[in-house]
């Protein structure tokens, strides 16, 4: 019996001596945090590419514009929901994370968004990135990608920064609901062809009817004006369904017209994707990327995407023509390059056009 108190007391001053070890450390640490100063403040950028839009000085600079820089502030003091919310809401951090070490070091990893091309066409000046993400190229590092010119017409405002199948879902969610809108409005008038419909019957129903009681004289009045009043329902009924039925064309004409706009930015996002698988294929080979500086854009809008690149060789633009097989062009332009050009010289021609599967046309 007295083996067992001893175990249990054993027991309870080991567990007595652990929680005290435990409060005195983390008294320690409070006592460590309330007086340790921010010694340190690392910044690590991932996911920029070969051409990052941002640098570590960058990020030291914004943060000392909005008076957050942790450098030299207690360490309780360091606000790090304010620093994340600070970069995060810059338009080339994708995500940002903030810590602090126990050694008062501040570390804030940044994953930065990957340009592939710049859109530099009338009023626009933004990066596309990898994710198909776009983003003013204002207060970024400039980036060597290829440039997109051109009289091309995108979906999105000049000022826009955000995910581009955002704009199309949102675009079309908002037409979608302008088609339910007008399909609403047709209620009234689809109970008004009822109404008018009713109001025709009760005149046929009003007929008069001969009785023992009614002379043929009298009778021959009341079908008279029976007829009178029937002629003038029926015109009033005909006026009345012309106008509604013109009232409900006018209806679905306009949802014809909507949803011929949701079918042009289907279109319009198609294309673009497109045009992104595109410029991935550029950035994923030294070749290409090295090769195509310029990408000429024409269309948008309602009329087809057009691309034609302008290539670091030679002195030629080389019209890829529809957004279709892109990738084929491409393989069709490097057989070109060493069958064909390699050989004629390549200041022979200005023009070169795949825009039709397996020829290449030259001028």
């Known amino acids: ?63 000392k514009e909005q008076q957050i820089h ?36 501040v570390k804030i990893d940044i994953t930065q968004r990957k340009p592939i091309a710049r859109l530099r066409i009338s009023g626009y000046d933004m990066y596309v990135t990898e994710a198909g993400y776009l983003l003013l190229a204002e207060g970024v590092k400039a980036a060597h990608v290829p440039v997109i010119t051109g009289d091309y017409k995108p979906m999105f405002r000049s000022s826009y920064m955000g995910d581009m199948a955002a704009v199309a879902r949102d675009s079309i969610a908002k037409l979608e609901a302008e088609i339910t809108r007008l399909e609403e409005e047709k209620t009234p008038h689809l109970k008004a062809i009822i109404d008018n419909n009713s109001e025709l019957r009760k005149v046929r129903r009003s007929s008069p009817k001969k009785n023992l009681f009614t002379s043929e004289e009298n009778y021959q009045v009341l079908v008279e004006a029976y007829k009178e009043r029937l002629s003038k329902a029926v015109a009033a009924h005909s006026v009345n369904e012309q106008r509604i039925h013109a009232a409900i064309d006018a209806l679905t004409k306009e949802q014809e017209r909507v949803r011929r706009k949701c079918g042009e930015i289907e279109r319009q996002c198609a294309e673009f994707d497109k045009l992104l698988l595109f410029l991935k294929h550029i950035g994923r080979s030294k070749e290409w990327s090295s090769e195509i500086v310029q990408i000429v854009a024409s269309g948008g809008g309602t009329t087809p995407l057009q691309l034609a690149i302008v290539p670091r060789s030679g002195r030629f633009t080389v019209d890829l023509g529809t957004t279709e097989n892109l990738d084929g062009k491409l393989r ?25 599967k397996g020829q290449v046309v030259c001028r």
């Open 1 to 63: 019996m007295l083996r067992r108190i001893g175990i249990i007391a054993g027991y309870v001053l080991l567990w007595a001596v652990i929680i005290w070890m435990i409060v005195w450390a983390s008294t320690l640490s409070s006592k460590h945090a309330a007086t340790q100063q921010v010694t340190q403040t690392i910044i690590n950028l991932s996911d920029g590419g070969e051409h990052p839009l941002i640098d570590a000085e960058a990020v030291t600079l914004w943060l």
């Open 70 to 105: 942790p450098e030299g502030m207690l360490a309780t003091k360091v606000d790090i929901a304010a620093i994340e919310h600070a970069l995060q809401a810059h338009n080339a951090v994708a995500e940002a994370n903030v810590y602090i070490t126990h050694d008062g070091c």
């Open 332 to 356: 069709t332009l490097r057989r070109f390059y060493t069958q064909g050009l390699d050989n004629v010289g390549w200041d022979k021609y200005r023009s070169i056009s795949l825009r039709y």
